[in-house]
């Protein structure tokens, strides 16, 4: 069982970046993928950037690509969102989730553990 809270949501400037906290109790295999979703008013839930917990495996989405990361301290079960040169096109309520298999996918019904949420509001 492995529970997550995000935390660092708000609201900024587009152009500035933000890291988004995601805490995780439980274990996390060394298999498991970690992932940010994010889910706009009227979208799909969107998976942004993913990675094996303890692999070289990972993913990143067209739309952030080259400007978020998920970097993660293995030893805190820290697993962050740096977002950087947001834009207003960002805004939307941001999700860590675990998915307990070891291939990184993109739909977010293959993550088992997801944390509440956080709003991320970017103001042009």
């Known amino acids: 069982q492995v529970q997550l809270e995000e935390s660092g949501g708000g609201s900024v400037q587009a152009g500035v970046s933000m890291r988004l906290s995601c805490a995780a109790s439980?274990?996390?295999?060394?298999?498991?993928?970690v992932a940010w979703f994010r889910q706009a008013p009227g979208k799909e839930r969107e998976l942004l950037v993913a990675?094996?917990?303890?692999?070289?495996?990972?993913y990143d989405a067209d739309s952030v690509k080259g400007r978020f990361t998920i970097p993660r301290d293995s030893a805190t079960n820290m697993i962050y969102l740096q977002m950087n040169i947001l834009k207003h096109e960002d805004t939307a309520v941001y999700y860590c989730?675990?998915?307990?298999?070891?291939?990184?996918?993109?739909?977010?019904?293959?993550?088992?553990?997801w944390g509440q949420g956080t709003q991320v509001t970017v103001s042009s």
């Open positions: 989730a675990v998915q307990t298999r070891p291939i990184i996918r993109t739909d977010p019904r293959q993550y088992a553990y």
């Open positions: 439980g274990r996390i295999r060394n298999d498991y993928v």
């Open positions: 990675r094996g917990w303890m692999g070289s495996q990972t």
